[in-house]
């Protein structure tokens, strides 16, 4: 039995948790809702509306990250005119993490700019406190209870509203699905075109330009024609089967047969050749398909994506290179906000002798981001690339197993020397802490800052969800959260972003029909649909539309689920402020049904009001239950009377 | 306990449904498979492969119903100077069939022309023995286990062969899935184009001709913008939801709100004016829409569809005004083959008193055709029309009721007056009858035969199938022989083709997760897959590939699977001989792997052999235990050891 006492402790426990991620977000400019943050703030439910008539300033300022507004089409987005002066700071990494010094002498001292710092000692208590909770029985009840009535809620919702949201909709003029915005939100820039894209261009460049130079071995020079010899093959014959890149029946459940699938026609030199930003051609032929995607989202209009390219940490000119790469043959779009994913393979390096330390590969991620930052008239075009990266992707199979348990006793990264790869939650936490001290740096001297939006919760532990809950701005999968009530409760609470890829899932870990995104949807996860891979999972020639019409085939939504999935993707983006007025509405940043434009976003204000008043429902059983001990009776929405216990 | 006299008599009856289902087809030119009619007439199985060295005219005119050639690039699709002479014969309804006499004597002698003419009584006696079977224990148990076994083969196949299945794509050289040919072979003309087609096309009429006169009532001409005022709606606010012409979760059992789904904005006024083929514009609208859809196909290459356009029956005249249509607005597309669906709705007109018998109704659909094929000269417009037509569908609800039950006792349809429409039964046989004779008179003088291929077993009583057994080519649908075994071992042993549309199925009748797809493909049925509607069903621009690509995607089927539906989507097809060659192979027409070119097609010769194989098995079964006593033991391709007892 369980007693109104052991419910008490379990919203209390619920909501610490929900403020230690609110500290975290906050020392990171990361989201965090303002409803729950006032819910947190306050015992009782002020009626007030959330604030009115902040400036633009106020909400960057308060809540918000802030990502450059696109350049205005009379503007050359390759300017390089406008880097800010040196401002002579130093860096050195310690523990890990780089500490900034006004100067030489302040480095003697030890004595660090004033930013914040993290504490691994305070993170590791802070962890073990959700840690502990995802386990306790009263809390894994109460969660459970509140996550069914989440879901009955919605279902009576829909037989109660459907049809007046549907007419909301179609007396919405000149707005519809097909031209409401949507982000893809997760997809990786080497595989952003289809198959057939993919061999259409191979054949392009083998038509056009058999003996060009593409490649060098051994001081040789070697022709395309030449690649293709050498693999046996003419590229009039190449096919999608013998591509082979699709993701098939053999991929579920191997990861490691799916990564082999970059490789076209299981050759690494094509990869290189084609999908990568250096080799011999500059990664000239990568950077062309990318535009020729670009320009496909340009013309649909409504359709943006925020592709990852790679950055691995094995030396500090990566960066140089990638910045080059994008100025050199102008990779910018207007429909593309760019994230830069880590691959956590430091093993791979390291026993290539390629590392001497993991602390030497988060050197080599981060120090030359703090450099531009610092002396950006140095760095111009790693400093103008940077306007257009919003964000960091952690990325690698979820399913390896780690025998080290991160903890304040962990060696740290300088001293990382072994072979042996970290877990998981030890990449996320050095990535986040270097982000974070990077974006106060940052926003310090008024530029953009990165959100931080690890794939997590794929597959491997639930505890990854733990991290994440702490140091990421959203996450993409989140799979598991299926199997912890709690973690999927507070997930909903803090109203964490979650770019979902039912159809790269199914491929690799989880049938469609088993997907929790209807779920998700319906209970009101903030959950958005991606594609992660369209080279290896899709058919069509439009892959977001492909993922949004399966499942709207396959779970029957209603076009006010897609429109609001649509919407929940333009709010996680890296989209900047401008634009999400423009896309969603003025007030989009407000939480509940003034954040929404009905005549932007398509979304029903019936569903909007639902959704809101379900969350403050939420919060204030949360703030009630932590001050009360009588038993409580809330009237609902909708006129139901329920009780809690 | 089942006996093995019981098996005998179960393949013995099965046999002869065969040999049934054999006269039906041979009388009409429809077409069943030379393997399932060898083993008929051979109690052994004779071991040597299908005739060699026949010509072109010996295939045709054996087994395969006759098209016509698309004409040549260089030719007038619309000439109209070919049409042969009157050869003066006459044609009365008798009994609700066309009969044909050579002159006013024969007529007078009641001596028709020497057809074939339909038996109703033998017919009736053909049909009782089929319904008998379905219900037939023994027959019911040998049936379901040969199925379960089918499956299980496919299981271990495709276990034991996937890879090498693959193996062979791969190695086919310029031949993938995107490259071979598909045909959306079934599709409704006025649901060709997808909702946001429609809806494009209609603002684009507002903004170039708002003034022109597009309708006419009570004498006083009406402009588009008329049109739009009396509706209060500005057409520039028209959005997919306002239009609301996509089917949702509402249709779901639901046939009559499915059908006001064709009505743009709920108006029957923009249903006429837009999706019609007869009114003040003469269809101009209508035209242009599926002329789009045709230059798109075009455009595409390697997709080709079969759309219906409606005869109804209500007037003789409906037939010259659809020729018309079809050549003043040039509609002809090489993409493109033409089927007639006649809507079941006798009961409609008869009760608003457009005809006075259901006869009436048979005669204004079939006399222009026995008309025109008599009489080119004077018919040149129908006749040229009917180069393009390649079959007949019925279309209507099927799960409504009906209280007649069809035997030869039934009312003739030139005495059924009654307000009540004829049972399913009915309507298939009288339609079946009247194409059976006009293919044979049409034959006679060299002309193009018609195809008899009905919507049947997506609703109502499983007695639809057995119907479509005697009568049909090919059928749409076909989900209810997922509740009868004998009906589907049937289905296979005949390999009558069908062309599902698991999309269409969904918002009707049955969830996507629930379809029968996957199952009959894996046992070897003749399945394709087809849109049936993509205004109503489809989200993206090629409703066709989103058919392919989600099936792909749930059931997760493998590139060899995906090229087996669409090479049978060819084969199901009324594409030409000459067309089909072109598409499939030289030698497209002989079954099993010889039939098979993979260059063209990208089916696995391992998969061709091993479903000729495995029918060519079943096939033997039933004769063997049609002559034999003991227990066989049979050896089946891959070494299994099998006893079908």
């Not at 290179?321 to 779009?333: D, E, G, P, T």
């Not at 590969?361 to 531009?372: G, H, K, R």
């Not at 897609?562 to 989209?575: D, F, P, T, Y």
Request: with cysteine.
């Amino acid at each position: 039995q369980i007693t109104v006492e052991d419910y008490e402790q379990a919203a209390k426990s619920l909501a610490k948790a929900l403020m230690i991620r609110e500290k975290y977000a906050r020392l990171a400019y990361h989201r965090f809702p303002r409803t729950t943050a006032r819910y947190l703030g306050h015992r009782r439910v002020d009626a007030a509306p959330p604030e009115e008539g902040q400036g633009h300033i106020a909400i960057t300022q308060s809540c918000f990250a802030d990502f450059h507004p696109p350049p205005l089409p009379q503007e050359d987005p390759y300017c390089l005119d406008d880097a800010p002066p040196n401002l002579g700071y130093l860096v050195r990494m310690q523990g890990g993490i780089l500490f900034v010094y006004d100067n030489k002498k302040m480095l003697e001292r030890q004595e660090p700019h004033s930013l914040p710092y993290p504490d691994l000692e305070t993170y590791t208590v802070d962890m073990s406190h959700i840690l502990a909770l995802i386990t306790d029985g009263p809390t894994k009840t109460y969660c459970h209870r509140r996550l069914n009535f989440l879901e009955s809620k919605f279902s009576l919702h829909e037989m109660l509203n459907e049809m007046s949201e549907f007419k909301e909709l179609k007396s919405n003029p000149h707005r519809d699905f097909y031209n409401v915005r949507k982000v893809d939100t997760h997809i990786h820039a080497a595989a952003c075109m289809n198959q057939k894209h993919l061999l259409r261009f191979i054949k392009h460049t083998y038509q056009t330009e058999p003996d060009r130079a593409v490649a060098e071995k051994r001081g040789r020079k070697i022709t395309l024609r030449q690649v293709f010899d050498s693999l046996h093959m003419d590229p009039y014959d190449l096919t999608v089967d013998s591509l082979d890149v699709h993701a098939g029946r053999q991929t579920f459940h191997r990861f490691d047969k799916f990564n082999s699938k970059y490789n076209p026609v299981g050759a690494s030199e094509l990869r290189d050749l084609y999908l990568k930003t250096e080799n011999y051609l500059g990664g000239e032929y990568f950077a062309r398909m990318v535009k020729e995607v670009a320009r496909e989202l340009e013309e649909s209009k409504y359709q943006y994506s925020e592709p990852r390219l790679s950055i691995y940490g094995r030396s500090p000119e990566e960066w140089p290179n990638l910045a080059r790469w994008f100025i050199q043959h102008k990779v910018y779009s207007p429909n593309m906000r760019w994230i830069i994913q880590v691959p956590r393979i430091y093993d791979i390096f390291r026993s290539k002798k390629l590392l001497p330390s993991f602390g030497k590969m988060l050197e080599n991620i981060f120090l030359p981001l703090f450099e531009a930052t610092i002396n950006p008239q140095d760095h111009q075009e790693l400093h103008l690339f940077l306007k257009y990266v919003t964000g960091f992707d952690s990325v690698d199979d979820e399913s390896k197993h780690s025998d080290h348990m991160f903890s304040d006793k962990s060696p740290s990264p300088d001293i990382w020397t072994s072979e042996q790869n970290p877990p998981y939650s030890y990449y996320l936490y050095y990535m986040y802490a270097n982000i974070m001290v990077l974006n106060n740096l940052r926003r310090e001297r008024g530029l953009s800052t990165f959100l931080f939006r690890p794939h997590c919760g794929e597959a491997g532990s639930i505890t990854h969800l733990v991290s994440a809950f702490l140091t990421a701005d959203n996450i993409s999968h989140g799979l598991l959260l299926k199997k912890s009530p709690v973690l999927q409760y507070l997930y909903y609470l803090a109203q964490i972003p979650i770019a979902m890829s039912p159809l790269s899932n199914n491929s690799l870990f989880l049938e469609y029909s088993k997907n929790p995104l209807r779920e998700f949807l319906h209970k009101g996860l903030h959950v958005s649909l991606s594609t992660d891979d369209p080279m290896q999972f899709h058919y069509t020639k439009e892959a977001l539309m492909e993922e949004y019409a399966i499942a709207a085939q396959v779970w029957k939504l209603s076009t006010c689920d897609l429109c609001e999935i649509a919407r929940n993707s333009v709010l996680q983006s890296g989209l900047s402020h401008q634009e999400k007025q423009k896309f969603l509405g003025q007030n989009y940043y407000k939480e509940g049904p003034e954040g929404n434009d009905i005549r932007k976003t398509n979304v029903a204000q019936i569903r909007m009001a639902f959704r809101y008043e379900t969350l403050c429902n939420e919060l204030s059983f949360l703030s009630d239950a932590m001050k009360s001990e009588e038993i409580t009776i809330q009237v609902v929405p909708g006129g139901q009377v329920e009780s809690i216990f």
